[in-house]
């Protein structure tokens, strides 16, 4: 979603010196893919991050920000980095980060800042040398049969 309020805003701020100060430059805010979106992408020499930034008013209990990122969200996140490496022919390095940030309403002061590095990664599939005894072959409508022969 791209940021408008002034709690993103801050947020994001924040989630920018942090991952500055940690050696990245910040190369895209709030980068969108159609229904795909990352809010920070960040470069070092050999590593890309893309983080996704929660910004709160409060710890609603014992609840981070941080903890609002769902796995549907990082499914999301996962296909729109592997879009981005695909569009750029990047070699680097990919980390999945989540930032939470609680920015004080009244002073925009921010009172908590949490950087998770790699908090999450792609899963792969696999397939067991007992499933696949080769031989397919892709046909029109993703529909998939077994070669003969």
């Known amino acids: 979603m791209f940021v408008t309020d002034p709690i993103g805003i801050i947020g994001e701020a924040e989630a920018t010196k942090m991952l500055e100060k940690k050696g990245f430059k910040v190369v895209e805010h709030n980068w969108r893919l159609g229904h795909l979106e ?81 908090a999450f990664a792609p899963t792969i599939r696999a397939v067991s040398s007992g499933c696949f005894t080769g031989g397919w072959k892709w046909h029109r409508h993703s529909k998939t049969s077994r070669k003969k022969g």
């Not at 710890?59 to 695909?86: C, Q, S, W």
């Open 38 to 118: 990352i809010d920070l992408i960040a470069e070092s020499k050999k590593e890309i991050v893309f983080a996704e930034v929660k910004a709160r008013t409060t710890l609603f209990g014992d609840i981070r920000p941080e903890e609002y990122v769902d796995e549907n969200k990082k499914r999301r996140m996962i296909t729109a980095g592997n879009a981005y490496v695909k569009m750029r022919k990047s070699e680097k390095a990919l980390r999945f980060d989540i930032i939470g940030i609680v920015v004080n309403p009244e002073t925009a002061e921010v009172t908590y800042r949490c950087h998770m590095e790699n």
